[in-house]
């Protein structure tokens, strides 16, 4: 079976840049994927970044873009702030109807 | 506005049965998908399948609990989420989303979550 892969963690300076990246343990990522991003901060439910590689969702700051970075799908946060500390997930599409998560990132901005 | 709410926290016993909800607004419920993601406690989240409000047509994942069934009543703009017999490691935080249109996959909207407790 197929797994989705993200980096565990990441640390950003505030004001910094980080890309994070959603693989597959075979293959390469492609917009045929149709990746998407989340943010989830503890005890919160998660909240939709981007869909379709680089639609922003409702309300999402344009500091947030999706977008393929050779063989991954990537988030790319520009201008990290205090409250982009949270952890990240992204979802693949893998055709007839399902999708799966990676195992999330952890950024801590400090 | 688009919500999506969902019904409160559950505790229930090993063998017991379980719907929980999720109550769509502010959209047309049968123009969209509504998927299920679960968390279990200090873990990340899993996609757990798919139905479409329209004509109850679902997509699982492989690794749906085949005592877990999606079920959905348009006329009250409700999905649903069932258990027939809960099991200890049906515990965990469930979430409903809703399906960008003309997607099958990503999610745009969400609910609050529903945290079930299956404990004897």
């Known amino acids: 079976q197929t797994v989705v892969t993200q980096e565990p963690s990441f640390s950003v300076s505030p004001g910094g840049t980080v890309t994070l990246t959603c693989g597959l343990s075979?293959?390469?990522?492609?917009?045929?994927?149709?990746p998407s991003w989340y943010q989830q901060t503890p005890g919160q439910a998660p909240r939709t970044l981007i869909y379709?590689?680089?639609i922003r969702s409702s309300g999402v700051p344009d500091r947030f873009s999706g977008s393929i970075l050779g063989n991954k799908a990537a988030l790319t946060i520009t201008g990290a702030q205090a409250d982009d500390d949270s952890d990240y997930y992204c979802?693949?599409?893998?055709?007839?109807?399902?999708?799966?998560f990676g195992g999330g990132t952890k950024v801590t901005v400090l | 506005e688009v919500q999506l709410v969902q019904s409160g926290a559950e505790v229930r016993k090993p063998g017991e049965s379980l719907t929980i909800s999720c109550k769509g607004s502010?959209?047309?419920?049968?123009?969209?998908?509504i998927g299920w993601v679960r968390q279990m406690p200090g873990r990340g989240l899993e996609w757990m399948g798919i139905?479409?409000?329209?004509?109850?047509?679902?997509r699982k994942s492989p690794s749906f609990p085949g005592h877990v069934i999606m079920s959905v009543d348009k006329t009250i703009s409700t999905a649903y989420l069932q258990w027939s017999s809960l099991k200890a490691s049906d515990t965990a935080m469930y979430y409903c989303?809703?399906?960008?249109?003309?997607?099958?996959?990503?999610?745009?909207?969400w609910g609050q979550g529903t945290l079930v407790t299956v404990s004897s």
């Open positions: 989303a809703r399906v960008p249109y003309d997607l099958l996959t990503g999610f745009d909207y």
């Open positions: 502010g959209y047309s419920f049968t123009r969209y998908w």
């Open positions: 139905i479409d409000p329209d004509d109850s047509e679902t």
């Open positions: 075979s293959g390469s990522v492609s917009t045929s994927y149709y």
């Open positions: 379709s590689t680089n």
């Open positions: 979802v693949l599409y893998m055709g007839r109807g399902i999708s799966v």
